[in-house]
Nanobody, 121 residues
Framework: VQLQASGGGLVQAGGSLRLSCAAS????????MGWYRQAPGKQRELVAT???????KYANSVKGRFTISRDNAKNTVYLQMNSLKPEDTAVYYC????????????????WGQGTQVTVSS
């Protein structure tokens, strides 16, 4: 099983990007999921979460600008990022729980490559 984050890029301050995170492999369903980010020289931080039922939470730094959503049929989670700021520059990752046909797990283990978001001023 693996996660593939995509959709990052270079954007000017005030711009928008939409990130996708697709889970693949022997997965029956994805459960509570989250988007994280790690800026150079900083620890990875939680940006937004979404439960399997669609309840969302956001870090104060992105509240009102970012929207997390999911498509359970595609085992994919999205992060719509609007009004981007230079301080949003980071590598963005997703992770969370999933169920295979046999068992359920709290996380995917590997964080994958992530997707780079760079916001210029």
């Amino acid at each position: 099983v693996q996660l593939q984050a995509s959709g990052g890029g270079l954007v000017q301050a005030g711009g928008s990007l939409r990130l996708s995170c697709a889970a693949s492999g022997r997965i029956f369903s994805i459960n509570d999921m989250g988007w994280y980010r790690q800026a150079p020289g900083k620890q990875r931080e939680l940006v937004a979460t979404i439960t399997s039922g669609g309840i969302t939470k956001y870090a104060n730094s992105v509240k009102g600008r970012f929207t997390i959503s999911r498509d359970n049929a595609k085992n994919t989670v999205y992060l719509q990022m609007n009004s981007l700021k230079p301080e949003d520059t980071a590598v963005y990752y997703c992770n969370g729980g999933y169920c295979s046909s046999y068992d359920c797990y709290d996380n995917f283990g590997s964080w994958g490559q992530g997707t780079q978001v760079t916001v210029s001023s």
